[in-house]
């Protein structure tokens, strides 16, 4: 397993044990970083008008299309360090 991986996964673990939780937009923002990080592009169809809470996320990881896997993977961690010393 290669070290970004390994501390992509750690960061993965380490976000549940956040003393703090974040805000909306962090979460959205963790959300698509992981599964841009973990899956790649988005597909599939965009939710309904009534699924707000899908939509919001649909809408976050497609902003993020084209981005690597590693450097999502990277920016997670990132993300996820900031929010640790929260």
């Not at 290669?2 to 960061?11: P, V, Y």
């Not at 939710?47 to 993977?73: H, L, N, Q, V």
């Amino acid at each position: 397993m290669s070290d970004l991986k390994a501390q992509f996964e750690t960061a993965a673990d380490a976000v549940k044990q956040l003393s703090k939780r974040p805000d909306n937009n962090s979460l959205l923002k963790l959300y698509s970083l992981y599964k841009q990080g973990s899956e790649g592009d988005i597909s599939g169809k965009r939710p309904g008008m009534t699924d707000f809470k899908g939509r919001a996320k649909y809408d976050t990881w497609a902003k993020i299309k084209g981005t690597s896997k590693e450097a999502a993977m990277q920016d997670y961690i990132d993300l996820v360090e900031s929010l640790k010393k929260v």
